[in-house]
Antibody
Framework: QVQLVESGGGVVQPGRSLRLSCAASRFTFTSFAMHWVRQAPGKGLEWVAVISYDGSKKNYADSVKGRFTISRDNSKNTLFLQMNSLRTEDTAIYYC??????????????WGQGTLVTVSS | DIVMTQSPDSLAVSLGERATINCKSSQSVLYSSNNKNYLAWYQQKPGQPPKLLIYWASTRESGVPDRFSGSGSGTDFTLTISNLQAEDVALYYCQQYYSTPPTFGHGTKVEIK
C-alpha cells in the first residue's frame, strides 16, 4: 500500500524557517509528480507547490512564491518543502500528496497524514 | 486562477436518503481535445487527510462504494451520495486540475438528519 509520511512540523516564530519532509514508499517515486497542500485550522484545502517527477519543473501558489521551495531527492524517495520567512497565516496542516501522473496537474492520490506547522510568537 | 464554488455549505440527510453536492467552476474545465472534464472529488473525515473519490468528473476511484457518483460537464458538476450511510459523514471537496494552480472548492459538510 502506497505510503506518504510527513515530518518536520512544529512551532516556529514569524520570520523563521522550517523544512518539511515527506518519505514515500511502496511505489515508484520517480514516476510521479508530488505536491504540498495545506489546510489552515478549520479551513479548506489550499494547494501550495508541485514538483515534476524528475524535479525539472516546479510551481508555487502566489501566497508562498519566493518564500517556499519544493524539492525532491529521488535517490531517497523523499519530498521536501523549505519554508522561509514564515508568517502567521502559514499556520496549517501540511500534506504531501502524490499526483496521478508524472507531469502535473492531475488529481491527488494518496495523501499523507499531514504535519502541523504553527507560526506564532 | 479558476475559482471553484460549492453549494450548499452543509446539508443534513436522513440515513438511506440521497445527498447532492454541487460544484461550479469559474471557467470550463472540459478539455476539448480529449473530451474529459478535469475535475475530482475528495472526502475528508475529521482528523484524516482527504481521500480521492472521483476523477475525470465521473470515474470512481477503485474501492469507492458505488453509492458515490459524479456527473456534470464544462462548469457545473454534482457529487451524489445515494443511500447515505453513517460513515459518509464528512467534508467533501471538488478540485479542478485543468490548469495550474489546481484549486479546490471550500467544502460541503454532510451530516445525518
Amino acid at each position: 500500500q502506497v505510503q506518504l509520511v510527513e515530518s518536520g512540523g512544529g512551532v516556529v516564530q514569524p520570520g523563521r524557517s522550517l523544512r518539511l519532509s515527506c518519505a514515500a514508499s511502496r511505489f515508484t517515486f520517480t514516476s510521479f509528480a508530488m505536491h504540498w497542500v495545506r489546510q489552515a485550522p478549520g479551513k479548506g484545502l489550499e494547494w501550495v507547490a508541485v514538483i515534476s517527477y524528475d524535479g525539472s519543473k516546479k510551481n508555487y501558489a502566489d501566497s508562498v512564491k519566493g518564500r517556499f521551495t519544493i524539492s525532491r531527492d529521488n535517490s531517497k524517495n523523499t519530498l521536501f518543502l523549505q519554508m522561509n520567512s514564515l508568517r502567521t497565516e502559514d499556520t496549517a496542516i501540511y500534506y504531501c500528496a502524490r499526483d496521478s501522473q508524472g507531469i502535473p496537474p492531475n488529481w491527488f492520490d494518496p495523501w499523507g497524514q499531514g504535519t502541523l506547522v504553527t507560526v506564532s510568537s | 486562477d479558476i475559482v471553484m464554488t460549492q453549494s450548499p455549505d452543509s446539508l443534513a440527510v436522513s440515513l438511506g436518503e440521497r445527498a447532492t453536492i454541487n460544484c461550479k467552476s469559474s471557467q470550463s474545465v472540459l478539455y476539448s481535445s480529449n473530451n474529459k472534464n478535469y475535475l475530482a472529488w475528495y472526502q475528508q473525515k475529521p482528523g484524516q487527510p482527504p481521500k480521492l473519490l472521483i476523477y475525470w468528473a465521473s470515474t470512481r476511484e477503485s474501492g469507492v462504494p458505488d453509492r458515490f457518483s459524479g456527473s456534470g460537464s464544462g462548469t457545473d458538476f454534482t457529487l451524489t451520495i445515494s443511500n447515505l450511510q453513517a460513515e459518509d459523514v464528512a467534508l467533501y471537496y471538488c478540485q479542478q486540475y485543468y490548469s495550474t494552480p489546481p484549486t479546490f472548492g471550500h467544502g460541503t459538510k454532510v451530516e445525518i438528519k
